[in-house]
């Protein structure tokens, strides 16, 4: 017998707290109120309906939890939703043919009173006067309700029946679980609440770590830029030079301008345009963009490029500024001394491209969180640099391999697939 009434009991429980596991879905509706008011009449009903289907017999004495998600829903859900919780109490009631009707809505109706005064008080207090109020508020709806009720049907001079009695003791316990219930209805928005809190505040890191990685792209062009601006205020400068130099820096003007409006690599991560890439050339031009920064580090650029051109396809600006960010940070990495050296090379229909330098290196666990989001070796650092260059290596279909011992230096080897040198290229070596 204990049996069943445990099982019963823990399956009213179960039923009474099934709104809180969709509390989630009330909280996405905090600002469409309409939206949210449903949703709390539409699962608090369905806990009132059930509570009342299945209801606990204890030596002849029968009761539910009808009165807990009617005490809760009215609370949270607000007024309209509580008139609309009695009148679904009442209709079911109705349709399950129990006896006196119209006594029990006479005896019940007036409680709605004291639960609209609760109501307009209700969420401004703290946790605990929350779960002092709703256990109050359970025991003022059961104990009106049920004097009412007792009082028209039977006479007062009828609760001093022992049965009575003990359905008090049984209300007292059930305030006890009401109070329980607010107390995890509280916990539950907390906890959901915080975790909203941790989203924004999340977003708000993200968008200043975006910025701050622009930044750190767009100084890279600026920085050689402004190193060239220096040598073109050279009196001894000759035209040649200086035609050289003012090309170099509005060529990185540009690419300041392209990594302005296309730093949506991430987002959008497929290459605009799939051009053919001397990589001789583009080394060529890397170096020199790198080398007034390697100047100014005291690292010495050693680049070693085959004879023969050798070709990729890709987008040459993004391309460019992949190498340009890895050997950047290279340099950095040495701390001022040591030197950087870029190879190229050719093996079975594969381009390799090795940059290695001599700095302070890095560890096991280091390499394999490199290129994730907002991972970065330099303290000031954001990731975000490397990995744009790293998507864009693998957007042109090539590999990343990093090699690091700490204190002995870093490789990282580029590899790509072999394209086919452009048609008038080949054309004009055939007419020279």
Request: aromatic fraction near 12%; charged fraction near 20%.
């Amino acid at each position: 017998f204990m049996l069943t009434i445990l099982k019963e009991f823990f399956l009213n429980i179960s039923i009474i707290l099934f709104p809180v596991f969709m509390y989630p879905f009330f909280h996405r509706t905090d600002n469409r109120l309409v939206y949210n008011r449903t949703l709390y009449f539409f699962f608090f009903s369905l806990a009132i309906v059930f509570a009342m289907s299945l209801p606990i017999n204890i030596h002849g004495l029968i009761f539910d939890f009808r009165a807990i998600p009617l005490t809760i829903g009215s609370l949270y859900g607000g007024f309209h939703v509580s008139c609309a919780l009695y009148a679904v109490l009442l209709l079911f009631r109705y349709l399950q043919n129990n006896p006196n009707q119209l006594v029990y809505a006479v005896s019940l109706l007036p409680t709605l009173l004291i639960v609209y005064f609760y109501i307009r008080r209700y969420m401004a207090l703290g946790l605990r006067h929350k779960m002092i109020a709703a256990a109050t508020l359970f025991l003022a709806i059961r104990v009106f309700s049920l004097v009412s009720y007792t009082a028209l049907n039977d006479g007062i001079a009828s609760l001093i029946d022992a049965k009575y009695v003990s359905t008090f003791f049984i209300m007292v316990f059930q305030s006890v679980v009401c109070a329980l219930y607010v107390l995890l209805f509280e916990r539950l928005r907390s906890v959901l609440y915080i975790q909203q809190e941790v989203i924004n505040s999340e977003k708000i890191k993200i968008v200043s770590d975006i910025a701050a990685s622009v930044a750190h792209e767009i100084r890279n062009p600026l920085t050689s830029v402004r190193g060239f601006i220096q040598l073109l205020g050279e009196e001894r400068l000759d035209e040649g030079k200086r035609g050289f130099y003012e090309k170099i820096c509005l060529e990185e003007l540009d690419r300041a301008q392209l990594i302005i409006s296309d730093y949506l690599t991430l987002a959008k991560p497929g290459l605009e345009t799939n051009e053919p890439i001397e990589i001789g050339a583009e080394i060529g031009y890397i170096r020199n963009i790198l080398l007034s920064y390697a100047n100014y580090q005291n690292v010495e650029i050693v680049c070693g490029v085959e004879d023969e051109p050798l070709w990729i396809a890709g987008d040459k600006y993004k391309f460019r500024q992949a190498l340009i960010n890895i050997g950047k940070n290279a340099i950095e990495a040495m701390k001022g001394e040591g030197v950087l050296d870029i190879s190229v090379s050719e093996h079975n229909g594969r381009i390799a491209i090795q940059i290695s330098d001599t700095g302070v290196g890095m560890t096991a666990d280091q390499i394999a969180r490199l290129g994730t989001p907002y991972y970065s070796t330099k303290e000031k650092g954001t990731g975000l640099g490397t990995m744009v260059s790293f998507s864009i290596i693998k957007n042109m279909n090539g590999t990343i391999r990093v090699q690091s011992k700490v204190g002995k230096g870093t490789k990282y080897v580029l590899s790509f697939p072999r394209a086919e040198a452009p048609a008038q290229t080949a054309a004009g070596a055939d007419g020279g």
